[in-house]
């Protein structure tokens, strides 16, 4: 970054500023073209993204309460509070799993970068990716929820989200040691380390914000999971009953994806509010991440 | 553990170190303490817990009774899911959920695989036929079982069409090209309007046919809308478009300034969806329902009689795990049905439908006093 | 080493879940695979049958009668949404990483990056929510009616404009779920570009566009395959938002950018409460048939991007440069 900053900055303003333009005409024509084109690209992006929010936030901010917060849902009215505990309860539960796994198929796939088995895990993984959610969720549906028996429940959501989000954390882990100079792992060995010590004590403190900022990006990706959890962890009206089998557990996406299709103008306030709620822990979970890793940048 | 990226700042790696420990400490406490936490704190009393699923039609109707019913019945926790009629019969048939809500009645074939289901209707829903007809939604265009599935079989392509013009004399219909827009999840309302089709229309029964999803002929222009929202939002969208909602939907139609099609039916009258017209077609069937009541009810005859109407179904396993089960469940239902419980006018008028005539009641109670 | 292999051991979590899914998936369609045959990739006619009649015995197996699973308009489909959603995603996420990165000061920077890094984590419902409340009826009514007009003589952009609901909007919306991982893999890569190598090129009298345009954009073509790739393995199974903005078409092949379509991950979603009704079962053994393509093509698609990293590899080392 710091390099980065100098160079934007010698760039920016080479010192001795020609103020007459000594380029070509059809060189400056190709470059106002260009940068033009580029800075459209860039509103493009920023206006869509500010018509989602003003969309969820201009009908979200109207349909929040405070019962929102404080009770359950009721039939089409009532609050929110079992579907914002089940986010939080399947996306924890999630990244418990997920984290360890993901992490270290990450670390392996960095560290051990020419290998087969790193080659195959880093194919895998971007595989992963590309198995639709609604697939992860069906077969955690007739694997877990049927055969095993466990029924809609908080353990078969949470594995279901714990392998969408497992390619992410393994990528991001990967990227964020590539991020770590190959001098300090060396420096490490010559002064006698084991590989184990240069990872844990030398190359993840190094990469931790950057980690750090992957595996919240993952949990904003699996606080805005649907079709997994519409199969395994079922929903409820309750609260959650601490059981990991059993018991089917509410969370927010379900309320949009659901309320919004109902007849009835009080379960679209529940659907907005969610989707609003949704947004707004997901806006949360990336200014923290953006926090840590500006942080880390300096 | 060859490296070749060089750039990058250099950490204070030891004091790094410490934080990682004090990070990776704190994520897992703070994680474990959440989950622990929530779950202990209510781990007292079980409640008999009732799951209903299945139909989105039934759901908002499920969706209104149960904060009533639970204030006069604590003992039980009943939580309802909008997932689909195919789902709910499914799910009640594995016994995953106690209660599947289904549109359509099972079939044979899938109550020979699961003996010992009973199909109970519980109240009766009809579909409109609704277009977006600039200049005519305030209208009520006449439309037939042939015409339409001339339409989404991509046989009539305009507005002005014979066919059409012919059944609405009075009006001077645009030569624009007609967007049928049909649902593409699967879906109860599918069933009954391909069933309207297929029961008024033999060579739409001969080629398409009827159920949940059906292989809808290419037509140019057309949609798949996903639930009844995505179709009232195809049809605001597409001016000179047709499409079928379910009744529950009627406010939202209305709303949106979109038509309502009256229905040529059985013996040849044309009639809106209404509680008498609705009614009508219900007792005209009445007779002939079977003590399993898996009936269709689609295209009934007599004059007064709406063509697409419905029994919507609770999907229930006679043999319960539990006989505190089987008590909540047939309290449940025998509330449901009842004219002074569930179905109670201010419920059926929320959602559109018509509660069950007085025989069809009693069939039902029958069936529910089997649940065990 | 055995630190090594522990962790090998630990890592391989994750294909062992992929495989276990792949292998759960094979079983569990086996008896569709040996059903539908081939015919299931090249016959362009689904139909679950009739599923109210009893069920009929085909070749030795137990189906709906009149059921036929032929999945081309699928394939077709899934590859032609991801096609455009890459052709709108890529010259766009490029154009606004290099604009992030280079003409927009820092503090500013930080936020503009954030705002298009936060499309990535809109969930699908809110994206497919959006997308036909505000995105169809201004593509359907305004953009595409125009674009009609205008390249009417581009052979898919010509034809009836449609609803809104199609190809081209399906490509729109994924496009935007998966620019954001383009934009910030890129936007990185060229800000940790050593300065050495623009300070050279500036002196020997490159505009700064040029610089970015010629010279940094060039070498990072392996970051923008591999940021392209995840991208794709996004937008082949992204589901819900298709589903609500695709027109979901059934059995045809679009026949210009307008027109319906359908991807397998939404075919799945929108197909899979009927198929629970199939006594015999079929139905829901072929879905499941259609997540084992997806996947196969999923990893051929990612084999044939390593491919092309590999081929690029070898003759970047034929001429010498940097």
């Known amino acids: 970054m710091s390099h980065a900053n100098e160079a934007f900055r010698l760039t920016a303003a080479p010192p001795p500023v020609p103020r007459v333009p000594r380029f070509p005409l059809r060189r400056r024509i190709f470059s106002i073209a260009g940068w033009t084109t580029t800075a459209l690209a860039l509103i493009l992006l920023t206006a869509a993204m500010l018509g989602i929010l003003e969309m969820v936030f201009v009908r979200g901010i109207g349909a929040l309460v405070p019962a929102t917060f404080t009770t359950i849902t009721q039939g089409t009215g009532g609050g929110l509070l079992n579907a914002i505990e089940g986010t939080f309860v399947l996306s924890f539960g999630a990244l418990l799993l997920a984290v360890p796994f993901g992490m270290a198929a990450g670390i392996y796939i960095s560290e051990y970068r020419n290998g087969w088995w790193a080659k195959t895990i880093r194919l895998l993984a971007d595989v992963l990716v590309g198995v639709p959610s609604i697939v992860v969720g069906y077969v955690g549906y007739v694997t877990m929820v049927d055969w095993l028996g466990w029924n809609f429940s908080v353990a078969a959501g949470a594995i279901s989200l714990a392998v969408m989000s497992l390619p992410y954390i393994c990528r991001t882990t990967e990227m964020a040691l590539q991020q770590v100079p190959g001098d300090l792992r060396e420096a490490a060995f010559a002064l006698g380390a084991g590989e184990s010590q240069v990872i844990f004590r030398i190359c993840l403190p190094a990469a931790l914000r950057a980690i750090l900022t992957g595996i919240l990006l993952a949990l904003a990706v699996s606080v805005g999971e649907t079709a997994p959890l519409l199969y395994t962890a079922g929903w409820s009206n309750y609260l959650w009953d601490g059981k990991m089998t059993h018991s089917p557990v509410g969370y927010l996406t379900y309320a949009i994806w659901t309320f919004i299709s109902e007849p009835f103008a009080s379960a679209h306030q529940l659907a907005y509010a969610a989707a609003f709620l949704v947004m707004a822990l997901v806006l949360l979970v990336h200014l923290a991440a953006r926090l840590v890793f500006d942080r880390h940048r300096r | 553990m060859r490296q070749t990226r060089r750039e990058g700042v250099l950490p204070k790696v030891k004091r790094s170190g410490w934080t990682t420990r004090r990070w990776q400490g704190l994520i897992v406490a703070v994680c474990c303490a959440t989950i622990l936490q929530a779950g202990a704190a209510r781990a007292a009393t079980t409640p008999v817990r009732v799951l209903e699923t299945g139909s989105t039609l039934l759901y908002p109707l499920f969706n209104i009774w149960v904060p009533d019913y639970m204030k006069t019945h604590p003992g039980v926790q009943i939580t309802t899911q909008g997932t689909g009629s195919g789902t709910g019969i499914a799910q009640a048939s594995s016994g995953i959920a106690q209660i599947g809500a289904s549109d359509a009645y099972m079939s044979s074939a899938q109550l020979k695989r699961s003996p010992g289901i009973l199909n109970i209707p519980l109240a009766i829903s009809s579909q409109m036929v609704n277009y977006n007809l600039p200049g005519f939604n305030h209208k009520h265009l006449k439309l037939s079982g042939p015409v339409i599935a001339g339409i989404y079989s991509g046989k009539i392509r305009y507005w002005d069409d014979a066919a059409l013009k012919s059944m609405n004399p009075d009006m001077k219909l645009p030569h624009k090209a007609i967007i049928p827009v049909h649902r593409s999840d699967g879906s109860g309302d599918t069933f009954i309007f391909t069933q309207f089709l297929a029961f008024s229309t033999p060579s739409w029964a001969n080629g398409t046919g009827y159920g949940t999803s059906v292989s809808w002929p290419p037509v140019e222009g057309e949609i798949g809308g996903v639930g009844n929202p995505g179709m009232i939002s195809a049809l605001k969208g597409s001016p000179y478009s047709l499409a079928y909602v379910g009744i529950s939907y009627k406010k939202a139609i209305e709303a949106d300034g979109l038509g309502e099609a009256m229905l040529q039916n059985r013996d040849g009258h044309f009639v809106l969806a209404n509680a008498k017209t609705v009614g009508a077609a219900v007792l005209a069937t009445a007779a002939k329902t079977p003590k399993d009541e898996r009936i269709s009810l689609i295209f009934a005859p007599g004059a007064e009689s709406y063509p697409i109407i419905n029994y919507e179904y609770a999907i229930v396993n006679k043999k319960q795990p539990s006989p505190e089960m089987a008590k909540a469940l047939r309290e449940l239902l025998a509330w449901s049905i009842h004219p002074d419980g569930g179905s109670a006018q201010k419920y059926m008028d929320a959602v559109g439908f018509v509660p069950l005539p007085a025989p069809i009641r009693s069939l039902s109670a029958e069936q529910i006093a089997l649940i065990k | ?322």
């Not at chain 3, 809104?164 to 990185?188: E, N, Q, W």
């Not at chain 3, 300065?195 to 566009?209: H, Q, S």
């Not at chain 3, 954009?217 to 938002?241: D, N, Y």
């Open chain 3, 1 to 322: 080493m055995k630190f090594k292999t522990g962790l090998a051991a630990i890592a391989g979590v994750l294909p062992a879940s992929l495989v276990a899914i792949v292998l759960f998936l094979t079983v569990y369609s086996w008896p569709a695979i040996r059903f539908n045959g081939f015919h299931f990739l090249v016959s362009n006619h689904w139909n679950l049958g009739n599923l109210y009649a009893d069920p009929v015995t085909v070749a030795g197996t137990q189906v709906a009668p009149g059921a036929h699973y032929g999945i081309l308009f699928l394939i077709v489909g899934t590859l032609l949404t991801t096609l455009v959603a890459l052709l709108i995603a890529l010259p766009v996420g490029v154009g606004a990483a290099i604009f992030l990165a280079e003409a927009v000061p820092g503090r500013l920077r930080l936020w503009l990056s954030f705002l298009v890094e936060l499309l990535a984590a809109v969930p699908s419902v809110v994206f497919g929510l959006w997308g036909y409340v505000v995105v169809i009826p201004f593509l359907g009514q305004h953009l595409f009616p125009f674009l009609s007009r205008i390249f009417g003589f581009v052979p898919f952009f010509a034809g009836p404009s449609g609803s809104g609901y199609g190809l081209l909007t399906s490509g729109f919306v994924l496009s935007l779920m998966i620019v954001p991982l383009i934009v910030a893999t890129l936007r990185d890569a060229m800000v940790s570009q050593p300065p050495a190598i623009r300070e050279a090129v500036t002196a020997l009298g490159a505009t700064r566009f040029e610089v970015v345009a010629k010279v940094i954009l060039p070498s990072l073509f392996r970051v923008l395959v591999g940021a392209t790739i995840l991208a794709v393995g996004r937008a082949l199974g992204e589901t819900m938002a298709v589903l609500m903005v695709s027109g979901n078409a059934l059995n045809y092949l679009p026949h210009n950018i307008y027109a319906p379509i359908s991807t397998m991950a939404a075919f799945i979603v929108s197909q899979l409460d009927s198929a629970m009704q199939d006594p015999t079962g079929m139905a829901v053994r072929s879905l499941a048939e259609i997540a084992l393509m997806l996947s196969l093509l999923s990893l051929l698609i990612n084999f044939l991007a390593r491919l092309v990293l590999a081929i690029e590899n070898r003759s970047a080392r034929h001429a010498t440069i940097v």
